[in-house]
């Protein structure tokens, strides 16, 4: 059991870094043994769940890895049916949708739908982010009560930009609203220029999984929001029937 913990925590350090790492700095994140931690890294490059850049030493997350996410895309009966709706709500209003997962106290982005505008949102599948800095995650926090909320949400929140509501008192207060509106949103919270719209999917207890629409500033006068949170209300509302149909 050890072996296993270990070779799942080195894969999380590899995968959550942004750039590959040394020996050395493994061994000081995860204070393994350096022989073992050696030995260990050895084992995952020759299955190719790690790979190692000679030149410099460093490690990072290798192919493997991807094609077993990839499998679990591929796999996931909500983001099989969420898709062919995000589509249709990105045509609807020309605008890059997104399907996140609750990951504790983060979202990970899922599936993504890209706007055929020049000025575009592009995201990447399994990044992610603390809920409490984005549509996505105030959508889902804003599902549970506050005390989970609390629980689920680190004790110091970080700010991603200036705007990120990081006060825990008046983040409750926001989530109190969406709870009532039925949709959250944010506006520069996560990115500058940008605010978002998400709807959370209701198919199961407790909600885990929401869609949203990011839309640059510059485009996001009154009617444009309009008709982006009564698509994704609209959306939400299929995804949510079909999976209910299927027994998810």
Known sequence: MKSADRTVEL????????????LTELHHE??????????????????GW??????????????RALLVGTSYLDHDP???????????????VNETVHLARLDGGDVVYLASRES????????????????????????LLAERPAAEVDSLLPEKMTPLTPNTVIDRAALHEQLARFRAAGYAH?????T????CFAVALPYRDPVIDA?????????LDTGHENQVVTALLEGAKTITELLRQFGR
């Open 116 to 139: 055929e505008h020049h000025l575009r949102v592009v995201s990447r599948v399994g990044r992610r982010l603390p809920a409490h800095s984005t549509s996505l995650g105030k959508a």
């Open 186 to 190: 944010e506006r520069e919270e996560n």
């Open 11 to 22: 894969l999380e350090a590899l995968a959550s870094s942004e750039r590959r790492l040394t």
């Open 211 to 219: 869609i949203s629409c990011s839309v640059p500033l510059g485009r």
């Open 50 to 63: 790690v790979e190692v850049e000679p030149a410099s030493g460093t490690y990072g997350i290798g192919v």
């Open 30 to 47: 995860l204070s393994y043994p350096k022989s073992s931690l050696y030995m260990l890294l050895q084992t995952l490059v020759a299955r």
């Open 192 to 195: 500058p220029g940008l605010g």
């Open 78 to 92: 909500v983001v099989q049916v969420a898709i062919r709706v995000m589509e249709h709500v990105r045509r609807e």
